[in-house]
């Protein structure tokens, strides 16, 4: 089945600096590359996705991009804001509605004012 | 749009009883919602699959004669824990997946589980 891992698993930024999260991984049937954001004590937020026709997408100050020869994506956040703080998850799936999403591990970003 | 609720958000029980967990899709229809499990500090686990009119498909490990789930709408999954015990104090989440053959899904606020 599909591993997913991630990297850093805790990352500190001064704000106003770039923040990079990385995933690999393993199946590579997979084609949907979601990111999810989590705050404390709620569910996971859908900040962006990738599919596997794509190399790089971008919704203002987020980007990913994905590699798939190498099986890795990658999730930057540019000008990074307090309020950027929180677990993210990256994730990857075969992409049908029946198909599970596997989560990596996350990874705690901390933006100190 | 794509907005899913979870009730109740947080509920104390006593070791022994059993707990139901309710998901909702409020705008949209879902024909397949999934539950997952998350202890502190930990990535979510997916515990099943939930398909509208049938039977939800497990997970490796997971027990479902313990971990209920019943998807008897389309908008509408519920997931009961039975005779709870301390152990299965977790933070429990669903999902629901709004576009057929495309695998976007919305995640629940989550609900708090603690058993005594």
């Known amino acids: 089945g599909e591993n997913v891992e991630q990297h850093p698993s805790t990352l500190s930024v001064q704000e106003g600096d770039s923040a990079v999260i990385k995933c690999t991984y393993s199946?590579?049937?997979?084609?949907?590359f979601p990111w999810y954001k989590q705050e404390l004590g709620k569910g996971p937020q859908l900040i962006i996705d990738?599919?596997?026709?794509?190399g790089e997408k971008k919704d203002q100050r987020i980007a990913v991009t994905l590699n798939k020869t190498a099986k890795h994506f990658s999730l930057h956040i540019t000008e990074t804001q307090p309020e950027d703080s929180a677990v993210y998850f990256c994730?990857?799936?075969?992409?049908?509605?029946?198909?599970?999403?596997?989560f990596g591990p996350g990874t705690s970003l901390s933006v100190i004012p | 749009g794509a907005v899913v609720s979870q009730h109740p958000s947080w509920v104390i029980c006593k070791s022994g009883t059993s707990v139901k967990i309710e998901c909702r899709s409020l705008?949209?229809?879902?024909?397949?919602m999934f539950w997952y499990r998350q202890f502190p500090k930990q990535s979510l686990m997916l515990m099943a699959t939930?398909?509208?009119?049938?039977?939800?498909?497990?997970e490796q490990g997971v027990e479902k004669d313990k971990f209920l789930i019943n998807h008897a709408s389309l908008t509408l999954s519920t997931l009961t824990v039975t005779s709870a015990h301390p152990e299965d104090s977790s933070f429990y989440i669903c999902?629901?997946?709004?576009?057929?053959?495309?695998?976007?899904?919305?995640f629940g606020p989550g609900t708090r589980l603690t058993v005594t």
């Open positions: 939930s398909n509208e009119g049938s039977k939800a498909t497990y």
């Open positions: 994730a990857a799936s075969i992409g049908t509605s029946y198909d599970k999403v596997i």
């Open positions: 199946d590579s049937a997979s084609n949907y």
């Open positions: 999902s629901a997946n709004r576009d057929r053959g495309r695998n976007e899904q919305y």
């Open positions: 990738i599919r596997s026709n794509v």
């Open positions: 705008d949209f229809q879902a024909t397949t």
